[in-house]
T-cell receptor, first 112, second 114 residues
Framework: GENVGLHLPTLSVQEGDNSIINCAYS??????FIWYKQESGKGPQFIID?????DKRQGQRVTVLLNKTVKHLSLQIAATQPGDSAVYFC???????????FGTGTRLQVFP | DADVTQTPRNRITKTGKRIMLECSQT?????MYWYRQDPGLGLRLIYY???????NKGEISDGYSVSRQAQAKFSLSLESAIPNQTALYFC?????????????FGPGTRLLVL
């Protein structure tokens, strides 16, 4: 298998439970944030995004929360499923640039 | 992601060899990127291109070069490969049109430099 995420922090959850993955970003000038999911052997896949003028955005089973005061981003996955097992990365984009800055990632493991 | 393809998917090479990784996209996006990913780290930007005549260095461009042959093609070259370039390499595209800034990634190329 892939070595991606070999030493990443890991979150283990029971199938059906909700998952919360956290991310701290460093640059107060970041104005756009994305969560990516990376399954073994694949490239990162877009999950959900949020702009800095929002503090919450919902998708299908996923919610992203943004707290600009403490520069914190979280991804909530409702009713976690085995197919959600992957490494999750947050990424930020500095205002007026198109360059993504990736976090180091969190491995989500879902147990039946 | 079938819209962004990378070749080869796996490559083993020796120190000092020149190799090229290729990326093609059918999304019609103007912007293309090359990243590398190492264990325990997020993706780091090597080079990016906003259109055919535009090439920009990213965070870790030393030891790499790129060529944007067409809107749909962006290749990454290692002029003289070294072992610490062993990594996963990803190509990505984006459109940066209006609210859409998402980057779409290819499946990756695993490179091993002996």
């Amino acid at each position: 298998g892939e070595n991606v995420g070999l030493h990443l922090p890991t979150l283990s959850v029971q199938e059906g439970d909700n998952s919360i993955i956290n991310c701290a970003y460093s640059n107060s000038a970041s104005d756009y944030f994305i969560w990516y999911k990376q399954e073994s052997g694949k490239g990162p896949q877009f999950i959900i995004d949020i702009r800095s003028n929002m503090d919450k955005r919902q998708g299908q089973r996923v919610t992203v929360l943004l707290n600009k005061t403490v520069k914190h981003l979280s991804l909530q996955i409702a009713a976690t499923q085995p197919g959600d097992s992957a490494v999750y990365f947050c990424a930020e984009t500095l205002e007026n640039t198109d360059k993504l800055i990736f976090g180091t990632g969190t491995r989500l493991q879902v147990f039946p | 992601d079938a819209d962004v393809t990378q070749t080869p998917r796996n490559r083993i090479t020796k120190t000092g060899k020149r190799i090229m990784l290729e990326c093609s996209q059918t999304k019609g996006h103007d912007r293309m990127y090359w990243y590398r990913q190492d264990p325990g780290l997020g993706l780091r930007l090597i080079y990016y291109s906003f259109d055919v005549k535009d090439i920009n260095k990213g965070e870790i461009s030393d030891g790499y070069s790129v060529s944007r042959q067409a809107q749909a093609k962006f290749s990454l070259s290692l002029e003289s490969a070294i072992p610490n370039q062993t990594a996963l390499y990803f190509c990505a595209t984006s459109d940066f049109a209006g609210e859409e800034e998402t980057q779409y990634f290819g499946p990756g190329t695993r490179l091993l430099v002996l």
